[in-house]
């Protein structure tokens, strides 16, 4: 390599979408992930989507196998992981096939050229070299040989070739992190500390990132070095947050507001697995995790330490929702405090499970049999997991009921910098437990009536160990008040309207329009569209043009104001990651004609997505 | 944490109770003759013994005639959903270990539906006594064959008799590695009375099989085992450390059949007892040891049972083993991890959040 005699040139730019893509073993959510870490380190906002496919390890080099990270950097605020990647590193031909297409015209594509050779090509099905023809024209192709000169680093390290080959994902994290100017320490430290004890590992992977960072450096790419200043941000301290982390953690916080030791029963399921791997993680916390045999005793077993006294909390994604209804019916029956999460994918069955998709609205609204109505509530950022975990264990607990909170597979994954709370102002929601009588019988006796309401409408929670309080709950219909057996038909209607009446009393706050109450179009989101929705809307109103936007956590009950809000707007869109959920409730509650967007193809919205069908509602106005 | 938020009471001495303050004001609603009443009976005049505090005693069950059970007892109770009461129970029994934690189940909620669950709790030994009410039958859904009815039964919905094998609650559970297995039967008060005081006192899960009569759907399924006549050679008794012995005694009183290792099978058979060609004597019976460390020969012994109509069946305590319970384990690591800080929660919360990466902007 020669050393450029001039300093390499740079160009300042708002922000940067890379695409990291490579086979399934090549580790390109590592890279991502600690690319990402450098960025957030660099003061830049941003936002992550890891892509990765449903085999632990496909057929290696093939299509299926392709494994992709994208980070959204940028000089500003920023809502999402970016509409079309501008950089795209491929690893093999596979992953250059497999997402080439969606890169900006003109962007930049560095692939791997080691690894263009005839038989990775056949598996990629390409019947030609796409870097010797004319399919990458439009784009501009940097060639770096990663795997050889990764071996070249490597060779006096003592580390076998094979060995040296797997660290050239680090290549390409070094010539990534040049191209950008990320720092260069806090990926080293990086990889000193998650290797430690295997001396030959870390050598070889520091000198592959730095055989990378000097290939960016010296005249191959002098031209190329881009800078992305920091991001203008409020004051405080940061860390760059999934949002399984974010709940997790949310649930641990959730335990020191209410004051209850948390319960965790969980059958593993992806994207909600993690969750249960974070909080098992943390039994300092008083947090009992339990791996279930399936998310039948999962659900079950949460509801029996909530009978307990804990805060009762079970994970799970769209299959193990079904599996866990008729024990949610019973909780709803019960009247006990549970948290339900589910970490939405793609369905029905196990459709996409590695994919995202937000079709489980109606089934967490309405999905269990008989009336059970329950309080539904969803994430909108990776970080507001953190806060929407609070805000269930809150409900939860202090209303005595189950409540879903929905997240998706995008949310659980994908991260963001998170300004972190000051724990001292996180709003604490003790809990008080039943302690005495609290009824007196016709003979003058003081007994106890678990069904006897306060003025929330919830029951006491009395829990085995308080003397006196021995009480019978099941899932048969029971007489309000006294709680005992009633199979009388007038009974049980009044106990269905008073299910139904202390759900729908809950209180939530009011819909907030962000952006232009006077415009015509209202967009209404839930849940992880908030970003792409929010990026869109900035856009256009940037624009000059007209459009609101409502995002509801609430879902169930709804804001008090939102059918005053939907009426104040001629058109209202509806986005989703399904073929119309909210929008159906919304029609129906509110005699709105409101109209669907939808998106279901495994990949949340993107803001350009958004803007084109917004735009196009708004009407040409040039 | 969990201490704080604790209710008094389990400190000091039980106050004394008697069989009424076990009985709730409810209306016990079993068919006539129903064998649920003698067990419910039992319990309660049991309850009283062993110095355990009704409000620290829960009751699960599923769904069934059987789980109707927590109803009647004042006590801390939940009827809960089909075959999901061991869940529900590991849930209670993990979250707090101050109380006694028991499961009232039947054939169908516990084999059929709860099959996998019941497994489950008996592999991890979680602390709780299963109490599994066998009448052979669905006794609520009015007589369908149940998962321990005997191949070619009639009913509603084989009317030409059911071509299902069926399950051996014991092996099933001992396959499981239960520490505690036994089966009992509703008409013996004192053995149904024993037996259930030596599963509430067990460490872990036990499971106590009760044979229970149903004069509605399954009338006379136990006849064999409960008739004056057919009963001695129909029980075959398991008492730790007796060799096992049965049958109408002979005019010395010394019993006529036995159970011995069979080198044919490796497993175990009933062989004739006394002098004379083809019998052995009785030092040369299996002795029971309910505490072997290796199910195996429990296991061989639970097979003694009739698979069809019930003409002989071992009773009694086939399993009682020492094995940690998943609850004092899961606890122990909670307290471990407790012990790892004095940080009061707060600090501990904010070092959890500000733990990974941050940086700080100005
Ligand atoms: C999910 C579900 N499926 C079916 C039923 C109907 N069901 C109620 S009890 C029962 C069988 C009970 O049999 P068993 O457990 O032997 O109890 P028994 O009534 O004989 O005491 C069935 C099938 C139900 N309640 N819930
Ligand atoms: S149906 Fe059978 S098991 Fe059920 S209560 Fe009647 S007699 Fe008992
Ligand atoms: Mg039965």
């Given at each position: 390599?020669?050393?450029?005699?001039?300093?390499?040139?740079?160009?300042?730019?708002?922000?940067?979408t890379v695409l990291f893509a490579g086979d399934s073993g090549d580790?390109?959510?590592?890279?991502?992930?600690?690319?990402?870490?450098?960025?957030?380190?660099?003061?830049?906002?941003?936002?992550?989507?890891?892509?990765?496919?449903?085999?632990?390890?496909?057929?290696?080099?093939?299509?299926?196998?392709?494994?992709?990270?994208?980070?959204?950097?940028?000089?500003?605020?920023?809502?999402?992981?970016?509409?079309?990647?501008?950089?795209?590193?491929?690893?093999?031909?596979?992953?250059?096939?497999?997402?080439?297409?969606?890169?900006?015209?003109?962007?930049?594509?560095?692939?791997?050229?080691?690894?263009?050779?005839?038989?990775?090509?056949?598996?990629?099905?390409?019947?030609?070299?796409?870097?010797?023809?004319?399919?990458?024209?439009?784009?501009?192709?940097?060639?770096?040989?990663?795997?050889?000169?990764?071996?070249?680093?490597?060779?006096?390290?003592?580390?076998?070739?094979?060995?040296?080959?797997?660290?050239?994902?680090?290549?390409?994290?070094?010539?990534?992190?040049?191209?950008?100017?990320?720092?260069?320490?806090?990926?080293?430290?990086?990889?000193?500390?998650?290797?430690?004890?295997?001396?030959?590992?870390?050598?070889?992977?520091?000198?592959?990132?730095?055989?990378?960072?000097?290939?960016?450096?010296?005249?191959?790419?002098?031209d190329h070095q881009v800078i992305v200043r920091p991001a203008e941000?409020?004051?405080?301290?940061?860390?760059?947050?999934?949002?399984?982390?974010?709940?997790?953690?949310?649930?641990?916080?959730?335990?020191?507001?209410?004051?209850?030791?948390?319960?965790?029963?969980?059958?593993?399921?992806?994207?909600?697995?993690?969750?249960?791997?974070?909080?098992?993680?943390?039994?300092?916390?008083?947090?009992?995790?339990?791996?279930?045999?399936?998310?039948?005793?999962?659900?079950?077993?949460?509801?029996?330490?909530?009978?307990?006294?804990?805060?009762?909390?079970?994970?799970?994604?769209?299959?193990?929702?079904?599996?866990?209804?008729?024990?949610?019916?019973?909780?709803?029956?019960?009247?006990?405090?549970?948290?339900?999460?589910?970490?939405?994918?793609?369905?029905?069955?196990?459709?996409?499970?590695?994919?995202?998709?937000?079709?489980?609205?109606?089934?967490?609204?309405?999905?269990?049999?008989?009336?059970?109505?329950?309080?539904?509530?969803?994430?909108?950022?990776?970080?507001?997991?953190?806060?929407?975990?609070?805000?269930?264990?809150?409900?939860?607990?202090?209303?005595?009921?189950?409540?879903?909170?929905?997240?998706?597979?995008?949310?659980?994954?994908?991260?963001?910098?998170?300004?972190?709370?000051?724990?001292?102002?996180?709003?604490?929601?003790?809990?008080?437990?039943?302690?005495?009588?609290?009824?007196?019988?016709?003979?003058?006796?003081?007994?106890?009536?678990?069904?006897?309401?306060?003025?929330?409408?919830?029951?006491?929670?009395?829990?085995?160990?308080?003397?006196?309080?021995?009480?019978?709950?099941?899932?048969?219909?029971?007489?309000?008040?006294?709680?005992?057996?009633?199979?009388?038909?007038?009974?049980?209607?009044?106990?269905?309207?008073?299910?139904?009446?202390?759900?729908?009393?809950?209180?939530?706050?009011?819909?907030?329009?962000?952006?232009?109450?006077?415009?015509?179009?209202?967009?209404?989101?839930?849940?992880?569209?908030?970003?792409?929705?929010?990026?869109?809307?900035?856009?256009?109103?940037?624009?000059?043009?007209?459009?609101?936007?409502?995002?509801?956590?609430?879902?169930?009950?709804?804001?008090?104001?939102?059918?005053?809000?939907?009426?104040?707007?001629?058109?209202?869109?509806?986005?989703?990651?399904?073929?119309?959920?909210?929008?159906?409730?919304?029609?129906?509650?509110?005699?709105?004609?409101?109209?669907?967007?939808?998106?279901?193809?495994?990949?949340?919205?993107?803001?350009?997505?958004?803007?084109?069908?917004?735009?196009?509602?708004?009407?040409?106005?040039? | 944490?969990?201490?704080?938020?604790?209710?008094?009471?389990?400190?000091?001495?039980?106050?004394?109770?008697?069989?009424?303050?076990?009985?709730?004001?409810?209306?016990?609603?079993?068919?006539?003759?129903?064998?649920?009443?003698?067990?419910?009976?039992?319990?309660?005049?049991?309850?009283?013994?062993?110095?355990?505090?009704?409000?620290?005693?829960?009751?699960?069950?599923?769904?069934?005639?059987?789980?109707?059970?927590?109803?009647?007892?004042?006590?801390?109770?939940?009827?809960?959903?089909?075959?999901?009461?061991?869940?529900?129970?590991?849930?209670?029994?993990?979250?707090?270990?101050?109380?006694?934690?028991?499961?009232?189940?039947?054939?169908?909620?516990?084999?059929?539906?709860?099959?996998?669950?019941?497994?489950?709790?008996?592999?991890?030994?979680?602390?709780?006594?299963?109490?599994?009410?066998?009448?052979?039958?669905?006794?609520?859904?009015?007589?369908?064959?149940?998962?321990?009815?005997?191949?070619?039964?009639?009913?509603?919905?084989?009317?030409?008799?059911?071509?299902?094998?069926?399950?051996?609650?014991?092996?099933?559970?001992?396959?499981?590695?239960?520490?505690?297995?036994?089966?009992?039967?509703?008409?013996?008060?004192?053995?149904?009375?024993?037996?259930?005081?030596?599963?509430?006192?067990?460490?872990g899960t036990s499971l106590v099989e009760i044979y229970q009569n149903?004069?509605?759907?399954?009338?006379?399924?136990?006849?064999?085992?409960?008739?004056?006549?057919?009963?001695?050679?129909?029980?075959?008794?398991?008492?730790?450390?007796?060799?096992?012995?049965?049958?109408?005694?002979?005019?010395?009183?010394?019993?006529?059949?036995?159970?011995?290792?069979?080198?044919?099978?490796?497993?175990?058979?009933?062989?004739?007892?006394?002098?004379?060609?083809?019998?052995?004597?009785?030092?040369?019976?299996?002795?029971?040891?309910?505490?072997?460390?290796?199910?195996?020969?429990?296991?061989?012994?639970?097979?003694?049972?009739?698979?069809?109509?019930?003409?002989?069946?071992?009773?009694?305590?086939?399993?009682?083993?020492?094995?940690?319970?998943?609850?004092?384990?899961?606890?122990?690591?909670?307290?471990?991890?407790?012990?790892?800080?004095?940080?009061?929660?707060?600090?501990?919360?904010?070092?959890?959040?500000?733990?990974?990466?941050?940086?700080?902007?100005?």
């Open positions: 390599m020669s050393t450029p005699d001039t300093a390499p040139e740079t160009v300042q730019v708002p922000e940067v580790g390109m959510q590592l890279t991502g992930s600690q690319f990402t870490l450098a960025t957030a380190l660099a003061r830049n906002d941003l936002a992550t989507l890891p892509d990765f496919p449903a085999e632990i390890r496909a057929p290696a080099g093939t299509l299926a196998g392709v494994s992709a990270f994208q980070v959204h950097i940028s000089d500003h605020d920023i809502f999402t992981p970016g509409d079309a990647p501008h950089v795209l590193v491929a690893m093999n031909p596979a992953a250059l096939r497999a997402e080439l297409a969606t890169l900006v015209d003109g962007g930049t594509v560095i692939v791997n050229a080691d690894t263009f050779v005839e038989r990775n090509l056949a598996k990629a099905g390409y019947d030609h070299d796409p870097l010797e023809g004319d399919d990458l024209d439009a784009y501009r192709l940097i060639r770096a040989p990663m795997t050889s000169l990764t071996k070249e680093a490597c060779k006096e390290l003592g580390v076998k070739p094979r060995d040296a080959e797997r660290s050239k994902n680090f290549f390409a994290l070094g010539l990534l992190s040049w191209m950008y100017s990320r720092p260069i320490e806090p990926t080293i430290e990086w990889i000193e500390a998650k290797f430690k004890g295997r001396d030959l590992i870390i050598a070889a992977n520091k000198a592959a990132f730095n055989a990378g960072h000097a290939y960016g450096e010296t005249a191959e790419l002098s941000m409020p004051a405080g301290t940061y860390t760059n947050i999934n949002g399984n982390t974010a709940l997790a953690w949310g649930l641990v916080a959730a335990g020191q507001l209410s004051g209850l030791p948390i319960f965790l029963g969980s059958y593993p399921i992806t994207p909600a697995s993690d969750i249960l791997h974070e909080l098992s993680r943390h039994k300092e916390f008083g947090v009992t995790t339990f791996q279930a045999e399936d998310e039948i005793a999962a659900v079950g077993s949460a509801l029996g330490a909530a009978y307990g006294g804990h805060l009762g909390v079970t994970t799970t994604s769209g299959p193990g929702m079904a599996l866990k209804a008729e024990t949610i019916g019973l909780a709803v029956s019960l009247e006990l405090p549970l948290v339900i999460v589910n970490i939405q994918r793609g369905g029905p069955s196990t459709g996409l499970p590695t994919k995202t998709e937000a079709a489980d609205l109606m089934m967490a609204m309405y999905g269990r049999h008989g009336e059970s109505p329950m309080p539904v509530i969803a994430a909108k950022t990776p970080a507001d997991c953190f806060d929407q975990a609070i805000e269930a264990a809150r409900i939860a607990t202090q209303y005595r009921t189950p409540v879903i909170l929905l997240s998706d597979g995008y949310l659980g994954n994908s991260s963001e910098p998170w300004l972190l709370p000051d724990v001292d102002d996180l709003e604490p929601f003790p809990v008080e437990f039943a302690s005495g009588f609290n009824q007196v019988d016709e003979e003058g006796n003081e007994i106890f009536w678990p069904y006897l309401r306060d003025e929330k409408m919830a029951r006491p929670w009395a829990i085995p160990g308080t003397p006196d309080l021995m009480h019978r709950i099941g899932g048969l219909e029971k007489e309000d008040g006294s709680g005992n057996v009633s199979y009388d038909g007038a009974n049980h209607a009044h106990m269905i309207a008073v299910r139904a009446e202390r759900i729908a009393r809950i209180p939530v706050p009011d819909a907030e329009v962000c952006g232009d109450s006077d415009a015509d179009v209202l967009v209404v989101g839930w849940g992880s569209t908030w970003g792409a929705i929010a990026a869109a809307v900035r856009r256009i109103r940037n624009g000059g043009r007209k459009v609101a936007h409502v995002h509801l956590t609430h879902l169930n009950p709804m804001p008090a104001n939102l059918g005053e809000v939907l009426s104040g707007f001629s058109t209202v869109l509806v986005p989703e990651m399904n073929l119309g959920q909210l929008v159906r409730i919304l029609r129906d509650e509110y005699l709105v004609d409101a109209r669907p967007v939808n998106k279901v193809t495994g990949q949340p919205f993107t803001p350009a997505e958004l803007q084109q069908v917004i735009l196009s509602e708004l009407g040409d106005d040039t | 944490m969990t201490d704080t938020l604790l209710p008094e009471g389990g400190s000091g001495d039980v106050p004394p109770t008697t069989r009424a303050d076990w009985q709730s004001d409810q209306e016990v609603r079993w068919c006539p003759g129903c064998g649920d009443y003698s067990i419910l009976t039992a319990l309660q005049l049991l309850m009283p013994d062993p110095g355990v505090r009704r409000e620290k005693t829960v009751f699960v069950s599923g769904i069934g005639c059987a789980a109707r059970f927590p109803y009647y007892m004042d006590t801390y109770g939940m009827h809960s959903i089909h075959g999901r009461a061991p869940s529900i129970a590991t849930g209670i029994a993990t979250a707090r270990e101050d109380l006694s934690v028991w499961v009232v189940t039947g054939d169908g909620d516990a084999l059929s539906i709860g099959g996998n669950h019941l497994i489950h709790a008996l592999r991890r030994n979680v602390n709780m006594t299963i109490l599994l009410f066998n009448n052979r039958i669905y006794g609520l859904t009015k007589g369908q064959y149940s998962p321990t009815s005997e191949a070619g039964k009639v009913t509603k919905s084989t009317p030409m008799g059911s071509v299902d094998h069926p399950f051996n609650p014991v092996s099933l559970a001992l396959g499981a590695e239960a520490s505690f297995v036994a089966r009992t039967i509703d008409s013996d008060r004192k053995h149904l009375t024993e037996v259930l005081a030596a599963a509430a006192a067990h460490r149903c004069p509605i759907f399954n009338d006379g399924a136990f006849d064999a085992i409960k008739d004056r006549d057919t009963k001695a050679d129909a029980i075959i008794p398991l008492v730790h450390g007796e060799p096992i012995t049965f049958g109408v005694p002979a005019e010395d009183g010394r019993a006529t059949k036995g159970v011995a290792h069979d080198p044919a099978t490796g497993g175990v058979r009933v062989v004739e007892v006394g002098d004379g060609e083809g019998r052995l004597a009785e030092s040369e019976l299996l002795v029971h040891d309910a505490h072997n460390p290796d199910p195996s020969v429990a296991f061989a012994i639970s097979r003694l049972t009739d698979a069809g109509y019930l003409h002989t069946s071992p009773i009694g305590i086939f399993r009682q083993v020492e094995r940690a319970t998943y609850d004092d384990e899961a606890r122990a690591q909670l307290a471990t991890a407790g012990a790892s800080s004095d940080a009061d929660p707060a600090e501990r919360l904010s070092a959890l959040i500000t733990g990974a990466d941050t940086w700080t902007v100005v």
